[in-house]
T-cell receptor
Framework: DQQVKQNSPSLSVQEGRISILNCDYTNSMFDYFLWYKKYPAEGPTFLISISSIKDKNEDGRFTVFLNKSAKHLSLHIVPSQPGDSAVYFCAASRIQGAQKLVFGQGTRLTINP | GAVVSQHPSWVICKSGTSVKIECRSLDFQATTMFWYRQFPKQSLMLMATSNEGSKATYEQGVEKDKFLINHASLTLSTLTVTSAHPEDSSFYIC????????????FGPGTRLTVT
């Protein structure tokens, strides 16, 4: 049972444009969501998070949107840069902190110059 | 800040031998550490959660006698793969959460294990 789903295995975006990565979840008990960026043979790097009491969180070029009624979140990167090319994982947990994370399958983002 | 290291970064071992992987939080004290494994082109799957000074909690389907986890201090957790077999070949990643923050999980760089 895949509780966190990233339905797009890959995404290709022109440099300077907006990248939008999507994530859906099924467990209504999740109330904390995170995005991680991962390069091959490296551990994931934390990007941005959002708790269920918010519908938007912004940090520089990265913005995460949460639609609780649709059980959907998205990560917007604008403007996209070549260094953003990586695999992006969304993750969810029941509470912030020590609870385990459930990861999506990941989306490979490629930024074309 | 929030740096997690792993050692070794890669290891090759023969079937039947044991391998120990270390996970350290370098600049914060980690009350909880997590161990994941990732197969090629797949997601990260949680194997176990370890809290300092107590027994690890294993996810369903993970053999606790095969994957021994020790969290002896607030900065170190170890994963020992015992009697390794080729199917144990994978990318093992640890993460940590701080006693007083950071409250997001910060990941180590991972360890590539190849069992021949």
């Amino acid at each position: 049972d895949q509780q966190v789903k990233q339905n797009s295995p890959s995404l290709s975006v022109q440099e300077g444009r907006i990248s939008i990565l999507n994530c859906d979840y099924t467990n209504s008990m999740f109330d904390y969501f995170l995005w991680y960026k991962k390069y091959p043979a490296e551990g994931p790097t934390f990007l941005i998070s959002i708790s269920s009491i918010k519908d938007k969180n912004e940090d520089g070029r990265f913005t995460v949107f949460l639609n609780k009624s649709a059980k959907h979140l998205s990560l917007h990167i604008v403007p996209s840069q070549p260094g953003d090319s990586a695999v992006y994982f969304c993750a969810a947990s029941r509470i912030q902190g020590a609870q385990k994370l459930v990861f999506g399958q990941g989306t490979r983002l490629t930024i074309n110059p | 800040g929030a740096v997690v290291s792993q050692h070794p970064s890669w290891v090759i071992c023969k079937s039947g031998t044991s391998v120990k992987i270390e996970c350290r939080s370098l600049d914060f004290q980690a009350t909880t550490m997590f161990w994941y494994r990732q197969f090629p082109k797949q997601s990260l799957m949680l194997m176990a959660t370890s809290n300092e000074g107590s027994k690890a909690t294993y996810e369903q389907g993970v053999e606790k006698d095969k994957f021994l986890i020790n969290h002896a201090s607030l900065t170190l957790s170890t994963l020992t793969v015992t009697s390794a077999h080729p199917e144990d070949s994978s990318f093992y990643i640890c993460s940590a959460i701080g006693l007083a923050g950071p409250y997001e999980q910060y990941f180590g760089p991972g360890t590539r294990l190849t069992v021949t």
